[in-house]
């Protein structure tokens, strides 16, 4: 779904910098095909973000159109509800101002005044481009990140975060497959992506999960309407050396409606009411959250296209833990390898036990759940409840699988 906006001749300067947001090059979206434009309707918008949001995109058509009138009505309307919406107050102003002469840029405020503010203007128009640029490439029907290769039934809904569009969007696992069901925009760290260590601004990449939810009576003001920690440094980040934590979906504080594009510690930071939205929708633990810096968006018939070497390696470990074979089940775990804290050597007497408890008994992995990860290396994180044969409960289980050297093994196991 794409905005198309008509701009006339007689537009004003602040209409051209919105439509040229707008006309960004529909190649920078990443996609395997490029959707065709179509005409958004207003009542569409409210569906495709925070109704805040909405509202102001709404704003800007009528801009595009000329009618400047309703622009200033619907405008005044919305600061009035949103009073901390810095963005929607500069808009407000500039059709203020309009009303005397055309301004010839988003905020355009007296010289003293636009010196003294560079920083706090330069911000919210990074922002405004932000927001259009993420409506104007909206991902096509039907399709769904790469990383989402199959979510099982316990996983209800999931979130990818894209830091190139400062977007956050929000899927329900439904029967027929993942569903876009909203989007918000979102900021992300002073410094930008990919996290190495403690302190350093920077979001982390990756695959997540949510692993508790944080009351706002615990925390200050400035996390807003609460948080959604995740499980930032997860194993293949441990593998890796790398160090902070506290990495929290979280909102702003009340006098703050929302921030730059790259504005927090490392956190995804959304607009409280987009936050209450999500705290409500999804759940704590079962949760995934991708963060990458610019999402892949695959139909939803294709996730598992590339996936079957990684299945069958999958189920040849299934088959050699089934028949109890420590020597051939040893083959699947990389040197190295993590489980609960202990390294493969002290694990045998244990692994020992299991097999020969379980012997004969064929495992099941049920609710299973696989979500690929590519950088420089390819990795795969999987979860599911190992059951033997014959028993109504088992373990939940979260593995970690690299590709090396033409190989699948894994280099983390443990026990949710």
Request: proline fraction near 6%; glycine fraction near 6%; aromatic fraction near 8%.
């Amino acid at each position: 779904m794409f905005l198309n906006l008509m701009l006339p001749k007689t537009a004003s300067l602040l209409c051209a910098i919105c439509w040229a947001c707008l006309m960004l090059a529909p190649s920078s979206a990443n996609t395997s095909v490029t959707p065709k434009p179509v005409t958004t309707k207003t009542e569409t918008l409210a569906s495709s973000g925070g109704v805040a949001e909405a509202r102001l995109i709404e704003i800007y058509r009528l801009i595009g159109r000329s009618d400047t009138r309703p622009a200033l009505r619907l405008a005044e309307i919305l600061v009035r509800d949103y009073p901390h919406f810095a963005l929607a107050q500069l808009v407000y102003a500039d059709l203020l101002s309009a009303r005397i002469r055309p301004p010839n840029n988003v905020g355009k405020v007296p010289a003293p005044q636009r010196q003294a503010n560079a920083a706090a203007l330069a911000d919210l128009r990074a922002e405004s481009a932000a927001r259009l640029k993420a409506l104007k490439e909206r991902p096509p029907a039907g399709f769904v990140p790469a990383e989402f290769v199959q979510l099982s039934g316990a996983n209800k809904h999931a979130i990818a975060v894209d830091a190139s569009r400062s977007r956050l969007y929000l899927f329900e696992n439904q029967p027929s497959g993942m569903k876009l069901v909203d989007d918000y925009y979102i900021s992300v760290g002073k410094l930008g992506v990919e996290k190495q260590t403690e302190g350093d601004q920077r979001t982390p990449l990756g695959v997540y999960f949510i692993t508790s939810q944080l009351d706002p009576k615990s925390l200050t003001k400035f996390y807003g309407s609460g948080a959604l920690p995740i499980n930032y440094p997860n194993m293949l980040d441990l593998r890796r050396g790398k160090t902070g934590s506290g990495i929290w979906l979280h909102g702003t504080p009340p006098d703050q409606f929302s921030r730059p594009p790259l504005a927090s510690d490392g956190c995804v930071v959304m607009a409280n009411p987009d936050l209450e939205r999500v705290i409500k929708t999804v759940a704590i633990r079962s949760t995934p959250v991708v963060i990458a810096s610019q999402i892949t968006w695959v139909a939803l018939s294709q996730t598992r296209k590339s996936s079957g070497p990684f299945e069958s390696r999958l189920a040849a470990w299934r088959k050699a833990k089934s028949s109890g074979n420590l020597a051939e089940l040893n083959s699947f775990y990389a040197t190295g390898l993590s489980i609960n804290g202990k390294t493969m050597a002290g694990l045998l007497p244990e692994l020992t036990r299991e097999l020969a408890k379980n012997r004969g008994r064929e495992l099941e992995l049920k609710d299973l759940s696989l979500l690929h990860w590519q950088d420089k290396e390819e990795t795969m994180v999987v979860t599911f409840g190992e059951v033997a044969a014959g028993q109504r409960t088992g373990t939940t289980k979260r593995q970690y699988w690299q590709h090396r050297s033409g190989q699948w093994t894994i280099f983390y196991e443990g026990v949710i």
